[in-house]
């Protein structure tokens, strides 16, 4: 067992954090740290409210309170919001307590003993209107390296520049607009200066660094480093602990990083181990490891690594996985820049594991991701609903209803399985030692899917029938396919992953289990409890979408208002991607096939079709469909048929072609294929069916072949020739997910051909 560090920025007490905290800076390492547990490691995950420093102040002059008031209000809801995110700390605390002060100011004397602060009298922005000296918050202007605007007088956003009084063009003060003066004033400095050599050799062996963290760092030690004041003319922070200092205080970058080591310190005390911290700063076998966001960099491999070696017989950062910006509509996200997504109010609407789910996919580890309602929508329903829920409870409510206990396995079905999650499990390993996090969520999900094709390939609604032994032994291999994937997507989704492993009925937590019982089959005998799905669909309230998308062209939402006839037709359609599993002659219909077709739910479902002209069996076996769900059951020759294959037919127009619709990519059964349009989820007749308008045609230059060619927008890659629904002034919207699916078929048929 090691021990594991794990550092988290600390969010500013000045707002309700945001999508972009939780995804850049506090999910990774909750991530992490799970991670680390389920390998018996021994973890410490420490942060907590920054509560100092001028965004606090400037807050608090707007609402006419002290600084105090709004960092203990912002502290109080984002604790919750983080806890209710259910992120794991070991403690979340803040700044502006007696055990922090007392660290800080340890640190402060140690380093001015040792030689590296100094007096020095510096410039500093200085408003003659509002006859005081400004904070660097207090200043906005425009930045000399980019041009970027509203830049802040510390740094800038968009190139990570940091500034001098002086530096910003065009300044001004943000209470009255002034261009404020530059003016002298005594300050403490920490002699970064002195430390260039140091940090040099430190950075020397940093290969698995982040591209953009090595890259950001070894460029600021290329120009050298410049000495940095650390404190300010302000009353709000730390006090310097220096006789006739008594109207400064301690400057915030500087008393936020020593955060990390008086977090350290309260937790120990909390839990009665006053030395437990030292095991973890102060042996150099154990790895430190500080999550933040890409602006936070230099702080955290330059100035906090300076810190420690002044100080003296600490561990420095070991990795910093500093993650780039989740942007929204087209801009970073920001509590004071506006179009924050605040966690509270989204959760809401949606379970905390939904969110976790999705941030996870779309995290900007490398390189900005955009955040988008709709896309948010299309992953938790098409991904971790269709795919990791649904192969969690088709597994578990099968084998409860049918055994009730785990039943025996054998080596051929249980040994296939564990082939495929020791693959999966060795390159998980490798991604999330590597905090590549977006890569290890996905290595879930294709296991999950593997999953799901197994079942479907053993079809055990039917071996059931006519051998419950060799069933048994299915089951038990997909049941220890689901521990597996409890245990893997635990650090992600932890609730669910609970749930799930409660229904399994192990018998011990997770974390006591080890990642590594992933390999081991399920014990036979095990009691089951009866499951209820861990994830269900999700509906965006639409007003978030209108109101936090990109607004459309108006001729757009004029076509999406005034949507009639066969599209308002369209959306009593529930149409799946689904997949043949079984299928067999109609016993009493030359030109019937019966078959089971999984639609995505816990058991497939009896369709009859009449393919046998066009189809042969083994072409219809395990082929990906569309199938028309919410249709009336009806009997077909004395059997149930609970749907539809939708399929081509142009023989209207004088062919004799009958093709299946299928998805142009291969998604995962249950995946609602409803062009982004609201679906009624009641029961249609065959009537309501045909007034749909569907028609299959070549893409040529951007144009629908029919008619002439119309008009029709897709998105890149789509196939060559589409399924599109025809209104009855021709207006056309294609046959999708909403996103990057498009229905299609296999081969040419004359352009116009019918859906049926």
């Known amino acids: 067992m090691s021990k594991v560090l794990v550092c988290v920025a600390w969010p500013y007490a000045n707002g309700v954090i945001h999508l972009g905290h939780m995804a850049g800076s506090i999910l990774p390492p909750d991530i992490f740290s799970r991670y680390n547990k389920l390998l018996g490691n021994e973890v410490m995950m420490v942060s907590g409210s920054d509560q100092y420093g001028t965004p606090i102040t400037v807050s608090a002059e707007k609402e006419g309170v002290t600084p105090e008031v709004i960092a203990e209000r912002y502290h109080a809801i984002n604790k919750k919001a983080i806890e209710d995110m259910e992120v794991d700390f070991s403690l979340f605390t803040k700044t502006h307590t007696e055990n922090h002060k007392e660290v800080v100011q340890d640190v402060f004397l140690r380093l001015l003993e040792n030689g590296y602060l100094y007096v020095k009298e510096s410039n500093q922005y200085y408003c003659p209107k509002c006859g005081k000296f400004l904070p660097d918050r207090y200043v906005e202007g425009t930045c000399p390296d980019c041009g970027a605007e509203n830049v802040r007088g510390d740094q800038c956003d968009s190139c990570g520049k940091t500034f001098e009084a002086g530096d910003l063009k065009n300044a001004h003060c943000i209470n009255c607009g002034t261009e404020p003066e530059v003016r002298g004033t005594e300050h403490y400095f920490l002699k970064l200066s002195a430390f260039d050599k140091q940090l040099m050799e ?17 460029n600021w030690l290329k120009d050298g480093l410049n000495d940095r004041a650390i404190t300010r003319d302000m009353d709000w922070g730390i006090p310097v602990p220096v006789k006739g200092w008594e109207n400064k205080v ?25 030395d437990y911290w030292k095991g973890f700063w102060q042996d150099p076998e154990v790895k430190n490891y500080y999550f933040l966001g890409k602006d936070n960099i230099p702080f955290h491999s330059i100035i906090w690594p300076a810190i420690l070696m002044g100080y003296g017989g600490m561990n420095l950062p070991y990795d910093i996985p500093a993650n780039e910006y989740l942007m929204f509509r087209g801009g970073k996200l920001s509590k004071s820049r506006g179009g924050a997504i605040d966690i509270p109010s989204v959760l809401e609407h949606f379970d905390a594991d939904v969110l976790r789910y999705y941030l996870s ?16 929508e299309t992953k938790v329903n098409n991904e971790l609903a269709s795919n990791l829920g649904n192969y969690w409870h ?18 051929a079905e249980t040994g296939h399985i564990i082939g495929l999650i020791d693959v999966a499990l060795k390159e998980y390993k490798e991604c999330l030692g590597a ?4 890569k290890a969520i996905k290595v879930v999900m294709n296991l999950s899917s593997e999953g799901n094709k197994y079942f479907a390939e053993k079809a055990p609604w039917a071996l059931i029938k006519t051998d419950k032994v060799a069933c048994g032994h299915v089951m038990n291999a997909t049941l220890t396919l689901t521990k597996a994937l409890a ?22 937590s997770m974390i006591d289990a080890g990642l590594d019982s992933a390999l081991e089959p399920m014990a036979v005998g095990v009691q089951l409890k009866e499951p209820v799905p861990v994830f269900k669909r999700i509906e965006v309230p639409k007003e978030w979408n209108e109101t936090s998308e990109k607004k459309e062209a108006p001729k757009k939402k004029e076509e999406k208002k005034e949507i009639t006839g066969p599209f308002a037709d369209f959306r009593k359609l529930d149409i799946r991607v689904a997949q043949v599993v079984w299928i067999d ?12 077709v999984d639609v995505g739910e816990d058991e497939p479902r009896s369709i009859v079709a009449g393919l046998k002209a066009f189809y042969k069996k083994e072409e219809m076996l395990n082929r990906k469909v569309l199938c028309l769900k919410n249709l009336k059951p009806r009997k077909l020759r004395g059997i149930k048929s609970e749907g539809m294959l939708l399929a081509a037919d142009d023989e209207d127009l004088g062919g004799t072609t009958v093709l299946l619709l299928k998805p142009s990519k291969d998604m995962p059964n249950g995946t609602q294929i409803n062009s982004g349009l609201e679906n009624s989820e009641s029961k249609i007749e065959y009537e309501d069916f045909v007034k749909v308008n569907l028609k299959v045609a070549t893409i040529n230059d951007g144009k629908f072949n029919i008619d002439g060619g119309k008009d029709i927008d897709l998105p890149d890659g789509s196939p060559t020739r589409v399924v599109a629904i025809v209104d009855a002034d021709g207006k056309l919207l294609p046959l999708s997910d909403g996103k990057d699916c498009i229905a299609t078929v296999d081969r040419d048929i004359m352009d116009g051909a019918n859906v049926r």
């Not at 905090?435 to 977006?438: H, I, M, P, S, V």
């Not at 669910?496 to 192990?506: F, N």
């Open 250 to 274: 301690i400057y915030v970058w500087f008393d936020a990083v020593i955060g990390y080591l008086s977090a350290s310190k309260e937790y120990s005390k909390i839990i009665g181990k006053p």
């Open 585 to 596: 002659d109609h016993p009493d219909a030359d030109k019937l096939y019966q078959m089971k």
């Open 361 to 376: 996919a779309v995290m900007p580890d490398t390189h900005d991701s955009e955040f988008t309602w709709t896309d948010f």
């Open 487 to 508: 245990l893997m997507a635990w650090p992600f989704m932890p609730k669910a992953s609970e749930t799930v492993w409660d229904y399994l009925g192990v018998g011990c």
């Open 394 to 411: 088709r597994s578990l409510s099968f084998t409860f209803k049918n055994y009730g206990t785990v039943p025996e396995g054998n080596d």
């Open 435 to 438: 905090c590549d996090f977006k």
């Open 202 to 218: 430190y950075l020397d062996n940093k290969d698995f660094w982040r591209p953009n963290v090595k890259t950001f760092t070894t």
